[in-house]
């Protein structure tokens, strides 16, 4: 997680605004003046929370059928693009050309027809479609 303060130099000195890692400030207290002790806690307090939370959402991630369905879908409709890049051409054109449209509807069809096979029902295919689109 990052955890970066900016440093503003003070007025007489002038110069430009510095970015400093907060741990790294802690640890080497050689600024022109100490960190107080409340900020110090503050930014760990800060930092702890954002882990905690960024844990919980991928923990959120993981247990989510959806989202693994989601990824795969995006994989295989990534995966010719993949191949071109591979092969050295420019895929972000193609991607972004009507060809390059034209085949990820096609792809997005045929992953269609193969979920109606494997028996989803509506309403699992609107949200498939729903994340697909977003």
């Given at each position: ?41 503050d930014v760990l307090n800060q930092t702890i929370g ?75 295919l609107k949200e498939i479609i729903r994340k697909i689109?977003?």
């Amino acid at each position: 997680m990052p955890a970066d303060l900016y440093s503003y130099p003070a007025m007489a000195v002038g110069g430009p605004v510095i970015s400093v890692n907060v741990f790294e400030a802690i640890l080497n207290d050689d600024g022109h003046s100490s960190m107080p002790d409340q900020r110090k806690l503050d930014v760990l307090n800060q930092t702890i929370g954002a882990c905690k939370e960024l844990e919980r959402k991928e923990f959120h991630q993981i247990i989510n059928p959806f989202y693994w369905l989601n990824l795969i879908i995006k994989t295989i409709l990534r995966t010719p693009f993949w191949v071109l890049e591979t092969a050295g051409f420019k895929s972000e054109s193609f991607e972004k050309s009507l060809a390059g449209k034209i085949v990820r509807f096609i792809e997005i069809i045929g992953i269609l027809f193969l979920l109606v096979y494997l028996g989803f029902t509506d309403s699992e295919l609107k949200e498939i479609i729903r994340k697909i689109v977003s």
